[in-house]
């Protein structure tokens, strides 16, 4: 028996079909998560609620999953959030984990993200007049909407203006970013040009595998020809007795299987595991 990780082949696999479904470029999907988590899927920040392959924080996943979830399966999702006064909430908190949860999914992160910059992209180029490119997506996911629409702009006018001056607060928060080694601020072509080339990078980092990777490449463990998708951080033999439990419950009381299937990822788990085993039958 064993038990891997969530796999680059099972990422670039998530990646490649929220591509197909979204429209939204894999190239700048997959840099965008190389650049965020390294194709961490259960990474977290140290200083903010961000987390998961694309270091959502939790309003901005709230929104997009409010807004884009029942496209894709995730209706129960959508429906549990409300909105006040731009603030997105969730009244039950069981369901307010598992929806936050799912950013640690690479299927739902990146469709959520290529739906994001699909968003993000529409409304660049009803600003900039031309078509958006994968560095000015990630501006938006940088900056916010607003802000890479006025850094973009300000960049079309003058190239060489300091961004420092026009980003006083963003340029506090991201040193590296907005200055030099040597202190300098950097100007906006500098910062755009920084941002091109990581994206560029972290797509190339991985283009030799990506063909014998788009494959689905799932966690899996032998329990009786199931499969069973280990959580984040969680052991070999933990993910067994957690199967063999929920396994053992459905066969044995099969009238209170409703119980189970409460959303959230270790029933997602679990209707994968039936899924299999109804498959190889």
């Known amino acids: 028996m064993t038990v ?4 680059s082949g099972r990422i670039q696999s998530a990646i490649a079909l929220a591509s197909s479904k979204t429209g939204v470029d894999f190239d700048y ?3 965008q998560a190389k650049i965020e988590s390294g194709l961490n899927a259960n990474a977290r920040a140290g200083t903010s609620s961000a987390s998961g392959l694309y270091q959502f924080v939790e309003q901005s996943w709230l929104a997009v999953v409010k807004k884009h979830g029942a496209e894709h399966g995730m209706a129960w999702a959508a429906d549990s959030i409300g909105q006040s006064h731009g603030h997105f909430t969730v009244s039950d908190p069981a369901t307010r984990s598992a929806i936050l949860a799912l950013r640690n999914d690479p299927t739902a992160a990146s469709l959520m993200a290529a739906e994001h910059a699909s968003d993000n992209k529409g409304e660049l180029e009803g600003t900039l007049g031309r078509s958006a490119n994968g560095t000015d997506l990630y501006m938006a996911h ?3 909407l607003g802000g890479a629409k006025k850094f973009l702009s300000a960049m079309q006018s003058n190239p060489d203006a300091s961004a420092a001056s026009l980003f006083p607060q963003a ?3 991201n040193r590296s970013i907005f200055y030099a080694g040597n202190g300098q601020p950097r100007s906006l072509e500098a910062i755009y040009q920084r941002f091109a080339d990581k994206l560029g990078a972290g797509s190339d980092s991985v283009t030799e595998t990506r063909a014998a990777n788009l494959a689905f490449a799932a966690q899996s463990l032998d329990l009786n020809g199931s499969t069973v998708v280990t959580g984040g951080n969680e052991s070999a033999e933990d993910a067994l007795a957690w199967a063999t439990q929920a396994m053992g419950r459905l ?3 099969p009238t209170s299987a409703n119980a189970l299937l409460r959303p959230s990822p270790a029933n997602a788990r679990l209707a994968y595991m039936m899924l299999a085993q109804m498959g190889g039958r």
């Open 29 to 31: 999907l997959l840099g």
């Open 4 to 7: 891997n990780p969530i796999s």
């Open 171 to 173: 340029a506090g928060a």
């Open 142 to 144: 940088f900056l916010g």
């Open 251 to 253: 066969n044995t009381a």
